[in-house]
């Protein structure tokens, strides 16, 4: 298939494009390299420039005849949604529509997207499942929710079909030591922990020691870089062959507290670092599990990195060679 990946030279978009490019398929990546690095895109063609250039996107699609469109060019970060919404509302949704709307009138038929756990808000139960209430609780998750929903429109009206995937947290790195995480600023706890482990951060800080868990800090499910890619693979391939659209929710389904997840970097790094309390964090729910059982027999879908250590071992890996180099 003709592939178009648009965010493909950010963390999960790039490894997607390598998987894609090594499972036969034609690919090509549209980002602006607002959060991303070209250097990131090593396989297919790289085209820079924006989702929400309506121009732009005709010339696309007038060269390309995409089979599928997937997208991960949004901005992520729950803090600075708080403080720039209409940063987030103007890129994750309304870029989106130009996109969707290109998508439509040249009959690109499929989109994969990448949603997340954001949407749920705070958890009414865990393991979460596709039922939860969706009462997304800061702008990041309500833009994600608006564009799940504008895409049930799009279906119903024109016929776009969709697959919305809702991370949990995508961690780790590629197992070859091609690709990995590169945000910059960082926010995410697993790199982080890294760099107080390999010496580029001073220390790291835990945000909350009070939470309703066995150790007090907050539970989060892991899920690997890889097994997110082989779930889009699934879906696109699923939603091809039956016509619909659908949505999973992905996650490993184990829950790993702050506190478990600095102790496991150590043992795999092998050394000591600081850690420092910290106050909590505004807007983190106590525990977010992923119930994936959908996406498991819809999909066939089965993580092959389901230890903790796997998966920040491949992370210890790139964080060792990327940034040494
Ligand atoms: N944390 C720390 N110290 C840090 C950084 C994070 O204690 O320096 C804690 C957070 O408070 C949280 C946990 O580590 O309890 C995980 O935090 P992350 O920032 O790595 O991830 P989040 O769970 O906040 O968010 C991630 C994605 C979002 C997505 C969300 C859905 O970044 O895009 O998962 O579950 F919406």
Redesign the pocket.
Known sequence: MKILVVGGAGYIGSHMVKKLALTGHEVVTLDNLSRGYEDAVKYGEFVHGNLGDKNLLNTLFSKHRFDAVMHFAAF???GESVTEPGMYYHNNVCNTQVLLDAMVSHDIEHFVFSS???IFGEPQYTPIDEAHPKNPINP??RSKLMVEQMLEDYDRAYGLKSTCLR????AGADPEGELGERHNPE????P?ILQAASGRREA?????RDYPTDDG??V?DYVHINDLCDAHSLALEKMQKSGDSARYNLGNGKGFS?QQ?IDAVKRIADNEFKVIH?E??AG?PAV?VADSALAKQALGWTPRFEQLETIIETAWQWEITFFSR
């Open positions: 992520i970060e729950v997340t756990a954001a990041y998750g991370y949990f947290n995508a926010s995410h706890l697993i982080l790291i800080s835990i945000f909350g800090t907050c989060r702050v997840v910290a909590r964090r983190d977010l």
